[in-house]
């Protein structure tokens, strides 16, 4: 196991087991794991959300993918990020207002170059099967506003394959939407919840402990994470898992803030070995 240790700007790899993970040491010298997850799939390395970029994520030992769902419009569950299918396919339009069979022909590798060409957007009982038991999944579903009913999809698709249960806690469930984390928590009580958000005003005390009534995880963008917010999330038991790392700036920042998990574009950045 490679473990990271970061303290007083000191990192120094140990080599231990098959598995690569790295960790973040606070100042008593406890050991702490940090899960790097490989943001819609290794985003830096393959075209975001397609099976190239899962694939990728998996070959770089990622403890963890991200993926966003959404829904076409006769109700198959996608695996895209915009709302529209403009920046990362060949196609145009709203995700919500073209069928499966419409969103299947598009071309979600070519606008990231040609040796990507032909892949396709991935559906979510087909990430499900590909990637669960290879690696954890970070599962957000995005802007839920738009696709009434879509947390109940989700919940049979997990149910279906007993990814429910407590023995796979490698799912986790998050989105910007609170309402529909709450949702989210009702409909299955023993997968972990997570909040995301990019606003400072969700960091108060008061809102975490709302937060804290139905989410295991408060995932914040980088910009707002300081010491007293990782102390205040794990005071209220909950882990912070922290978005997007794109240099390795923002990796070592981190890594020195002691999260318990940091969401990458490049997962080497987290963990040189990756
Ligand atoms: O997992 C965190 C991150 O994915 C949230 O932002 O816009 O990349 O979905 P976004
Ligand atoms: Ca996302």
């Known amino acids: 196991m490679k473990k990271t240790l970061v303290g007083a700007g000191l990192s120094f790899v140990l080599l231990c087991s098959p598995f690569q993970q790295s960790f973040a040491a606070e100042t008593t010298g406890e050991l702490r794991q940090v899960d790097t997850v490989a943001h819609r799939g290794a985003a830096g390395y393959a075209p975001e959300n397609t099976l190239a970029a899962f694939d990728k994520a998996v070959e770089m030992k990622s403890d963890y993918i991200e993926i966003d769902v959404q829904q076409s419009k006769d109700g198959e569950l996608v695996i895209i990020h915009d709302t529209t299918v403009d920046r990362t396919t060949d196609g145009s339009g709203k995700v919500g207002d073209l069928t499966f069979e419409q969103l299947r022909t598009l071309d979600a590798g070519s606008w990231m170059g040609k040796q990507f060409a032909g892949e396709k957007l991935p559906t979510f009982d087909e990430i499900l099967d590909r990637y669960h038991g290879k690696t954890g999944i970070l599962i957000e579903i995005k802007a839920p506003e738009l696709y009434p009913g879509i947390e109940e999809r989700v919940a049979a698709e997990?149910?279906?394959?007993?990814?429910?249960?407590?023995?796979?806690?490698?799912?986790i469930i998050q989105s910007f939407n609170f309402e529909s984390m709450k949702k989210m928590n009702k409909l299955l009580p023993k997968v972990p919840i997570g909040v995301l958000t990019a606003s400072k005003d969700n960091t108060s005390l008061q809102k975490l402990q709302e937060f804290a009534e139905y989410a295991d995880y408060f995932n914040p963008h980088y910009s707002i994470v300081t010491e007293e917010l990782v102390d205040n999330v794990h005071t209220l038991g909950m882990k912070i898992s922290s978005w997007t790392v794109r240099?390795?700036?923002?990796?070592?920042?981190?890594?020195?803030?002691?999260?318990?998990?940091?969401?990458t574009d490049y997962p080497d950045y987290v963990d040189p070995r990756k």
């Open 247 to 263: 240099s390795q700036k923002t990796a070592d920042f981190l890594l020195n803030m002691d999260v318990d998990a940091i969401i």
């Open 158 to 171: 997990l149910k279906e394959r007993n990814l429910d249960l407590p023995q796979n806690e490698k799912i």
